[in-house]
């Protein structure tokens, strides 16, 4: 057959190999970004209620309205901002569906697309299916930050889009107000749209608050704000997610995901609906329940060879390991995996840059039962 494959250079995700190698090994799985626990109890119900009461056939193209009504709410709620639910509010399979369709919504054949390494690795192969050119710079350690003097020189008169994730995966950095005011100045003066991921908006801790494009008005009218419930509500597998975007970009949004999965789940849609409106206290809870894990995770590793800086966000946390081993991190995490009994990822598969094999620094994922995390914790103090 005669076809040239379009990305030639894509195999299967670091994810899907190390959660594999996980079982392969009977390791404790600290790699792939899932709980192992499940989603709350009265949400289960109320899915299980749906799925048994006729809600089983195509929901509406944008989204449930009940669903769309409760995003809009907690969008008031938490970034002070009114979204209209019926133009702005679109319910996706996930927040890597929204990712692509905003990217193929807007990126035509040549456009540069500024990202950040290390970095979440759906959005290099969506501007590249495109036609368009991924820059990617890097977030500065070792605060993981981003350097907005090196953005604005790799600015061209080709730049289209900026993509930022923050609570960031996989170093858990977070944003500042000087970081969201930079933002805001440089889309404006370079006329760019955002994608701004963020999946972990309810897991920043330490008592600071996460700030979201949606809480700037400028940013609100150039952005597309993704979120995932599959991350807020601990049901990674139910693969649904919303972007919020003016209603200029959100029809835009929606042309291509309507030839793409064309809708969510429905029954999934209905039981979050309920759930949402009945137990607010729910998302308000996350950052306590996260950092309480990150805390008992970090103790427990304090008496390791592992160098830790606690994580700021995300339900990921990076240790650098170079007064263990002097190994290239994907060797290392193998080692761990498959002789020590604890999966983790190397973050050398977060940057486009060779150089990156020289990190000595893996991550490891807490949102696993206290037990679990000591289990792993123990294991890993005795290197
Ligand atoms: C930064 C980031 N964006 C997007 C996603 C995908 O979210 P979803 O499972 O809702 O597609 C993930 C999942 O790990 C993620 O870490």
């Given at each position: 057959?005669?076809?040239?494959?379009?990305?030639?250079?894509?195999?299967?995700?670091?994810?899907t190999?190390?959660?594999?190698?996980?079982?392969?090994?009977?390791?404790?799985?600290?790699?792939?970004?899932?709980?192992?626990?499940?989603?709350?109890?009265?949400?289960?119900?109320?899915?299980?209620?749906?799925?048994?009461?006729?809600?089983?056939?195509?929901?509406?193209?944008?989204?449930?309205?009940?669903?769309?009504?409760?995003?809009?709410?907690?969008?008031?709620?938490?970034?002070?901002?009114?979204v209209?639910?019926?133009?702005?509010?679109?319910i996706?399979?996930?927040a890597?569906?929204?990712?692509?369709?905003?990217?193929?919504?807007?990126?035509?054949?040549?456009?540069?697309?500024?990202?950040?390494?290390?970095?979440?690795?759906?959005?290099?192969?969506?501007?590249?299916?495109?036609?368009?050119?991924?820059?990617?710079?890097?977030?500065?350690?070792?605060e993981?930050?981003?350097?907005w003097?090196?953005?604005?020189?790799?600015?061209?008169?080709?730049?289209?889009?900026?993509?930022?994730?923050?609570?960031?995966?996989?170093?858990?950095?977070?944003?500042?107000?000087?970081?969201?005011?930079?933002?805001e100045?440089?889309?404006?003066?370079?006329?760019?749209?955002?994608?701004?991921?963020?999946?972990?908006?309810?897991?920043v801790?330490?008592?600071?608050?996460?700030?979201?494009?949606?809480?700037?008005?400028?940013?609100?009218?150039?952005?597309?704000?993704?979120?995932?419930?599959?991350?807020?509500?601990?049901?990674?597998?139910?693969?649904?997610?919303?972007?919020?975007?003016?209603?200029?970009?959100?029809?835009e949004?929606?042309?291509?995901?309507?030839?793409?999965?064309?809708?969510?789940?429905?029954?999934?849609?209905?039981?979050?609906?309920?759930?949402?409106?009945?137990?607010?206290?729910?998302?308000?809870?996350?950052?306590?329940?996260?950092?309480?894990?990150r805390?008992?995770?970090?103790?427990?590793?304090?008496?390791?060879?592992?160098?830790?800086?606690?994580?700021?966000?995300?339900?990921?946390?990076?240790?650098?390991?170079?007064r263990?081993?002097?190994?290239?991190?994907?060797?290392?995490?193998?080692?761990?995996?498959?002789?020590?009994?604890?999966?983790?990822?190397?973050?050398?598969?977060?940057?486009?840059?060779?150089?990156?094999?020289?990190?000595?620094?893996?991550?490891?994922?807490?949102?696993?039962?206290?037990?679990?995390?000591?289990?792993?914790?123990?294991?890993l103090c005795?290197?």
């Amino acid at each position: 057959m005669n076809f040239i494959s379009k990305l030639p250079d894509v195999g299967t995700t670091i994810f899907t190999i190390m959660s594999q190698m996980a079982e392969d090994y009977k390791a404790i799985n600290l790699s792939q970004g899932y709980p192992d626990y499940d989603p709350p109890l009265e949400l289960k119900e109320r899915l299980n209620w749906h799925v048994n009461n006729g809600h089983n056939q195509y929901a509406p193209l944008a989204g449930i309205a009940a669903l769309r009504q409760q995003c809009a709410f907690k969008i008031k709620e938490y970034y002070d901002r009114d979204v209209n639910w019926d133009t702005e509010v679109t319910i996706t399979p996930g927040a890597t569906e929204a990712i692509y369709c905003a990217i193929t919504a807007i990126v035509q054949p040549g456009d540069e697309v500024i990202m950040f390494d290390p970095v979440y690795d759906c959005y290099d192969p969506a501007v590249r299916l495109s036609g368009g050119v991924p820059i990617h710079l890097k977030l500065c350690s070792p605060e993981y930050s981003i350097d907005w003097r090196q953005v604005e020189s790799a600015i061209s008169s080709k730049t289209k889009v900026i993509i930022v994730n923050f609570p960031h995966n996989p170093t858990g950095s977070i944003m500042s107000d000087d970081d969201m005011m930079q933002l805001e100045e440089i889309a404006v003066k370079y006329d760019l749209v955002v994608i701004s991921d963020e999946v972990y908006e309810h897991f920043v801790f330490d008592g600071k608050k996460h700030k979201s494009v949606l809480s700037s008005p400028k940013l609100a009218a150039r952005s597309f704000a993704v979120f995932s419930f599959g991350k807020s509500f601990h049901a990674t597998g139910w693969k649904t997610g919303y972007v919020v975007a003016s209603a200029l970009l959100t029809k835009e949004l929606r042309a291509v995901h309507q030839f793409v999965t064309f809708v969510a789940f429905t029954p999934v849609q209905f039981a979050l609906a309920d759930y949402m409106a009945s137990n607010p206290e729910h998302l308000q809870s996350l950052p306590s329940f996260y950092e309480k894990k990150r805390d008992i995770f970090c103790s427990a590793l304090k008496e390791s060879r592992f160098i830790i800086k606690p994580s700021k966000g995300t339900f990921f946390q990076l240790a650098d390991y170079s007064r263990i081993a002097d190994v290239p991190d994907k060797v290392y995490a193998e080692y761990l995996t498959q002789e020590v009994g604890v999966a983790a990822i190397p973050i050398s598969v977060f940057f486009d840059d060779p150089d990156s094999e020289s990190s000595r620094v893996v991550r490891f994922c807490f949102c696993k039962e206290d037990d679990t995390l000591a289990s792993a914790a123990k294991l890993l103090c005795a290197l």
